[in-house]
């Protein structure tokens, strides 16, 4: 059965610097797509980045990344230069394939609320 | 525009009572979802509809009963409403699309906070 495992229920980090928020992900499916969504505190999910499965170059958005090492089955988001407004629950999700044929579902791991300080 | 708008984004009912949210997307969309996220922020798939026709069913209680009229629209109606229904549900909506290079994600609703007292 698909996976989607972070171990980091909290994490803290000064304003400026860099962070990681760690995900692994299990599934036997070879095609398969990643996502990181960011929740703030007023509730809406948003989209941050994405990561197909047979993508080469690792994923980037401004100051977002995604770190994956397809062989350790990880997909790391990279937030870099903290900001005050990155304070908010993050969220990583694999869906089971991201050229469609399948359910097209998308399941979510348990999230990383992550505070910066000033 | 809004691209996912679900109403109402709050409802407070009584045990036992019957509630409908309602889902409009105006991305487009083929499929659409419903999702909840219990008090701890796990985020579960409740249904998923492609073009009107129900293709996700996960273990859900029959007391909750998705409709979708056409493929821009899902609600969801809850009878008989439980204590262990407060949650918040979140609809969803993507294209679901064999095209492996473009990125076929989800976007969400603002959510709906059901309270049940």
């Known amino acids: 059965a698909q996976k989607i495992t972070q171990t980091q229920p909290g994490m803290f980090v000064q304003e400026k610097e860099a962070v990681t928020l760690d995900c692994t992900y299990d599934?036997?499916?070879?095609?398969?797509?990643l996502f990181w969504y960011k929740q703030p505190s007023s509730g809406e999910m948003i989209f941050l980045i994405y990561q197909g499965s047979y993508d080469q170059q690792n994923a980037t958005e401004g100051r977002y990344s995604l770190n994956f090492q397809k062989a350790r089955k990880s997909a790391n988001l990279v937030i870099s230069a903290s900001q005050l407004g990155d304070s908010a629950m993050y969220f990583c999700a694999m869906r089971e394939s991201p050229y469609g044929g399948a359910t097209n579902k998308l399941i979510f791991g348990t999230g990383t609320l992550l505070a910066v300080q000033p | 525009d809004t691209a996912v708008s679900q109403t109402p984004k709050y409802l407070v009912t009584q045990m036992g009572n019957d509630k409908s949210i309602k889902c409009e997307q105006n991305?487009?969309?083929?499929?659409m979802y419903w999702y909840k996220q219990d008090s701890k922020k796990f985020l579960k798939i409740m249904f998923s509809?492609?073009?009107?026709?129900?293709?996700i069913n996960e273990t859900v209680p029959n007391r909750f009963s998705p409709k979708s009229p056409d493929k821009a629209h899902l609600n969801l109606h809850i009878n008989s409403l439980e204590l262990g229904d407060s949650a918040v549900y979140f609809c969803?909506?993507?294209?679901?699309?064999?095209?492996?290079?473009?990125?076929?994600?989800?976007?969400f609703g603002s959510g709906t906070r059901l309270t049940v007292v």
């Open positions: 599934t036997s499916d070879p095609s398969y797509g």
């Open positions: 991305l487009g969309h083929d499929t």
């Open positions: 969803a909506s993507s294209q679901r699309s064999r095209d492996r290079d473009r990125n076929y994600g989800y976007t």
């Open positions: 509809y492609n073009n009107k026709e129900l293709i």
